[in-house]
């Protein structure tokens, strides 16, 4: 006979949202939207591990990083490199009048 894994605490509808303060609704439909719930009859059920996945989920994404962003140029060839130290040195035409 294969082990047997115990289960987490179980939690009913009220249970799970009152935890997670929000509303019955809420909890139901976030824990349908991702997976994160156990449907038994028209009963809605939440393990500790479905609780934590819908926190998770609604964990808001940063809207700026912390590290200042880094400007980095194309590196040029070799060939690049003489062409472009040929434009600089040559001399300039002057405009006839």
């Given at each position: 006979m294969?082990?047997?894994i115990p ?8 249970e ?14 976030l824990?349908?939207d991702l ?20 926190w ?11 590290v ?9 060839s ?9 434009r600089?040195?040559q ?7």
């Amino acid at each position: 006979m294969p082990p047997t894994i115990p289960l987490d605490t179980i939690y009913t509808t009220d249970e799970a949202a009152e935890r997670l303060r929000v509303s019955r609704r809420t909890v139901i439909k976030l824990g349908r939207d991702l997976g994160s719930c156990s449907v038994i009859g028209r009963e809605y059920f939440f393990s500790e591990r479905d609780l934590f996945d819908i926190w998770q989920a609604q964990r808001a994404k940063p809207t700026s990083s912390q590290v200042p962003s880094v400007n980095v140029k194309k590196l040029l060839s070799d060939v690049q490199l003489q062409h472009s130290l040929q434009r600089l040195t040559q001399k300039k035409k002057r405009l006839q009048q």
